[in-house]
């Protein structure tokens, strides 16, 4: 590629020179090229200055498109997954028009009569909100723009979340961490520093985990083409120069970073909503996304359901009812939640249906001025539902939608009244300022 480059370079000053002047080939010896370095002649005719403008915007678009692929470079990193994240965007489209074509089928709902607009995701690396179809492909892009800042940082979350079979992500760590546990025991053994690409277990392990070579190049370790004995053809190697204790400590903390990596994953937008008192506080109008069946297929089975309740009622079991149950939450992604404070406004967010109690607890103490104060939930039935309890709220039969009730502490509340102390304002200011009505 580099002679290559050489002889278009020339070619273009033979052809800046303008005509009139000759340019003789140069018949000398020329220097080997050492480490990508070349010597070339230069003609004692220099061309014209426009000539040389000519010549080097030439040889511009010429690099441009001829580029050689670079592992360690931004762009290469972006091509190497850029038919992925395409084929990916091209593949969640179709999804989203076959769904649209399947719930075309049922009477499609007015958006501004929903109680939620939709399922929202928040990137943790660039704090985006995104829709459901939206976040893989960000998150990868963001991932992929983190090489900018820190190769060792941004080549873990590739590894991490690229990479779906977490079985082999394991694999390929152990592998990884195992060649610089040999590197930083024999660190003059050159043997311990080289990776042959062609070597199964290299192979098999490691380089079929994306982003894996990109943490050995953020280790240090350079492609190079070295000879084989008893081949005529080199093979490529990965090889790391000679380290001092100081990049040997650095390589395993590296490495540690590595071991300690976790998936990138989008969180959960709660959406967190105040509302004033309405009568339409029960009343829920979800979108498709809270549910894992179609609209269609949710209709058909709620009349099938019917049917059953009327023809079984006298014959199911506590048992039978329970699995029915049990069968029932599994429809719903998401549940939407609304509390009912004393003072009547509402509060609202969206959950995961299987997140735990502890998690809407969370949520509440995050939204009240005082929420170090012990409170109370009431499910509908009147059940008091407990923070201590590791149980989802799915569980609970609190999806696709519920109504809870929100009580302070009433001893907590006693002693204040006792000591002259005021009932305290409930949501924080920033909820309150976007109080809205319930349609």
């Known amino acids: 590629m580099k002679k290559f480059f050489d002889d278009i370079k020339k070619d273009i000053k033979f052809k800046s020179a303008g005509p009139g002047k000759k340019l003789t080939e140069d018949t000398s010896p020329k220097p080997e090229v050492v480490q990508g370095r070349s010597s070339v002649k230069h003609d004692r005719h220099a061309p014209s200055e ?68 939709g399922v929202y995701f928040i990137c943790p690396l660039t704090g985006a909100t995104l829709t459901k179809s939206e976040r893989e492909v960000h998150i990868k892009e963001a991932i992929l723009m983190r090489f900018e800042e820190d190769e060792v940082e941004a080549s873990v979350m590739m590894m991490h979340t690229f990479n779906k079979d977490r079985e082999k992500v394991k694999a390929a760590v152990d592998i990884i961490s195992k060649y610089v546990e040999n590197i930083c025991k024999n660190p003059t053994e050159e043997k311990y520093r080289k990776i ?22 953020a280790l240090g370790f350079t492609s190079v083409m070295l000879p084989i004995e008893g081949q005529e053809e080199e093979e490529e190697f990965l090889v790391l120069p000679e380290q001092s204790p100081d990049a040997l400590e650095l390589m395993k903390e590296r ?27 029960q009343r829920f109008e979800l979108p498709p996304e809270f549910y894992n069946l179609t609209a269609e297929e949710l209709k058909r089975e709620q009349q099938q359901r019917s049917e059953l309740v009327e023809k079984n009622a006298m014959l199911r079991t506590k048992a039978m009812r329970e699995k029915e149950e049990q069968r029932e939450r599994r429809k719903y992604n998401y549940t939407l939640l609304r509390v009912r404070l004393p003072d009547g406004n509402l509060l609202q967010g969206t959950f995961y249906a299987w997140d735990r109690m502890p998690v809407l607890f969370s949520f509440m103490r995050e939204s009240l001025v005082d929420g170090w104060q012990p409170f109370e939930l009431i499910a509908p039935g009147g059940q008091k539902l407990q923070e201590s309890e590791d149980i989802a709220l799915a569980e609970c039969s609190l999806v696709p939608a519920a ?37």
Do not use: C, M, Y
């Open 50 to 117: 426009g000539a040389q403008r000519a010549g080097a915007a030439a040889l511009a678009r010429i690099e441009q498109h001829q580029k050689p692929k670079v592992h360690t470079s931004q762009d290469a990193i972006r091509t190497q997954v850029k038919r992925e994240l395409e084929a990916e965007a091209a593949a969640l489209a179709e999804k989203e028009k076959a769904a649209a074509a399947e719930g075309s089928k049922v009477p499609v709902k007015d958006p501004t009569l929903l109680s939620v607009s």
């Open 196 to 217: 042959k690409l062609s070597n199964k277990v290299f192979q098999e392990k490691v380089k079929s985990v994306e982003g894996s070579r990109e943490f050995l190049q």
């Open 255 to 281: 490495r540690d970073r590595l071991q300690r990596g976790e998936p990138v994953r989008a969180q959960l937008d709660r959406q967190p909503q105040a509302f004033r008192p309405s009568p339409n506080a």
């Open 403 to 439: 109504l809870l009730t929100f009580a302070w502490d009433a001893a907590v509340q006693a002693d204040i009244a006792a000591a002259g102390g005021k009932s305290p304002t409930l949501l924080k200011p920033e909820l309150l300022e976007n109080i809205r009505s319930l349609s």
